[in-house]
């Protein structure tokens, strides 16, 4: 039976079952005795353990089945369930993720889970173990035209190099250190092959150790200086690749798949999904409405739905210009049922935070415990639903925060004893809807930010002088800290307080069209509040005139339009300023900030769009007002990167290229 069919289910269905999983051992861990926590658990691990022997993983069916066992010993009464028991299944759940990854990226599952599968034995047997994870060590194999590559390299007189990288156990950001990692290398040589692949090192799923096959001409040493100069490299080991080592054959032998009992098939998940966790009942069996789709699909779906847009504000322009009734009818019907095209296509593309939410409990846990804190971590509105491409981004800002909440933010239980607060601290994380607009927030009932020790140090350091600090809001003094290089810890940690982290938070969110914001109270707490666009591609935008030039500015930073006498005009600090609805606004003449050619003068009355960012307001000075319009946001390209105040560009209906005005920047 061909079983390759099913192999996109099976991964999809192992990484839903492996979820389940982490979710309910975190449950079980607050509710030791509920024996019904237990049993769920089972289920997951004893389909996950069917589904891998009936496709022919058995590593992966192996260690499932001890972890059966122990869950069978639990349930049965005969092991208690202890913090330690609980490190060690952990730790076989995240073998299990890594053997699910190695299989959805070509690989064969397997991976060396003897010391996991040893301490489970252990442990069913009621011997006590203390869970301590290792580095695992990977070794490179080659297949036939990989070795063949590296004996070409090798007669033309290039140097074959296995390289072995630890990163520092307190690595924050490994997925970047990595990336700087192979930018170091592709200067001087070639990454023939990486072990984790690359997609698995991007996306983190390995602990602090990776290996990479380098084809260079430069020597053993001064590869390894280059590499160790990357910050947070803590050891660099490189040796010569041995081109005598026998080659990887794929499918070397077929292993038969012999068991026939208690197996749930990948066939019997297709037909019959609903079955898998839920009570059986003699209720009419609903069939399954629901089909995945390759992420990819959507992209080019969303694509042409843009070229689409692009196309349709022409039509809508040439419909007005030739005022012909018929066209004019035919084209708004077309952009009614266009713009619900779009919303149709968005929302395909939206994905509950939950999907980043989900590993956070587990990361809580853990930080908690190597803290020595007690954190009750309360998720709220994981429902709410964002655009996959900010999904994918917005991952490790989180964590970040999370983690400067956790170690910065709760203290520990005999000083919140001693302050009259329950031993246990709260981290909220929320997510909501406002307007086009999804705010994530991150809430810890814990120390505050001190005022007087973020100006101390960031006076020390030069963000700021002494003289501006006494003039600063106490919320322009929390922004301080997300300056790059800032920290406010005593003493370096492993979680944070490396003066890292913060800047890149900030720099991640606004490069996705958002903003980041602090509220806090010294001895009440903190809230981190991220604000999101619902999608990055699609945009409403106000089109103004700047001369003969056209310019977008987003909707969602306008407050509203206004005409300016030129008499009304008042100065402040050597800036020109208006008094709106009684606050003072400084007024940007953007003419002058992009340097647009002056082909005809001021009128006496000035066009000012109104932006806001935050708490702050700017009054920006244009020639006229076009009208709002919808508009598909394309990136400026690689050379265009660093162009001030412009987040990318838009073709108009006449063909014309607008540029999007980035008003993040022209406020800060």
Known sequence: MDMSQYLEVFIDESKEHLQTINEQLLELEKNPDDVSIVNEIFRSAHTLKGMSATMGFEDLANLTHQMENVLDAIRNGKIAVTPELLDVIFRAVDDLEAMVVSISEGGDGKRDVTEVVAQLKQIEKGEAVVAQKSTPTYEQTYDE???TILKQSAEQGFHSYEVTIKLRSDCLLKA??????????????????????????EAEQFDDQFVVTVVTKVSQDELQKRIMKVSEVEEVNVQSVDLHRPV??????????EQKEELKTVEQVVEKKQEGQEEKTASKQVSNKTIRVNIERLDILMNLFEELVIDRGRLEQISRELNNPELHETVERMSRISGDLQNIILNMRMVPVETVFNRFPRMVRQLARDLGKKINLEIIGAETELDRTVIDEIGDPLVHLLRNAIDHGIETPDVRRAKGKLEEGTVKLKAYHSGNHVFIEIEDDGAGISREKVLKKAISKG???????ANLTDKQVYELIFASGFSTADKVSDISGRGVGLDVVKSTIESLGG??????????GSV????LPLTLSIISVMLVEIQNEKYAIPLSSIIETAIVKKEDILHAHNQKVID???????????????EVPVIKEEDDFLSVVIVRKGEKMAGLVVDSFIGQQEVVLKS?????????????ATILGDGQVALIIDCNALIK
């Open 145 to 147: 035209f990989e070795y």
């Open 176 to 201: 970047a250190r990595v990336f700087m990692i192979f930018e170091v290398i592709e200067q001087i040589g070639e990454v023939i092959k990486s072990v984790p692949t690359v997609e698995m090192l």
């Open 248 to 257: 990887a054959q794929e499918n070397a032998q077929e292993k038969p798949v």
């Open 463 to 469: 963000i700021i002088s002494e003289q501006n600090a």
């Open 515 to 524: 903003s980041v914001s602090i509220d806090s109270e010294e001895g009440v």
């Open 528 to 531: 981190f509040s991220i604000q």
């Open 580 to 594: 709106f609805r009684g606050k003072v606004v400084p007024l940007l003449f953007l003419k002058d900030i992009f």
């Open 636 to 648: 400026l390209g690689n050379y265009l990167t660093s162009v001030f105040a412009i987040s990318g």
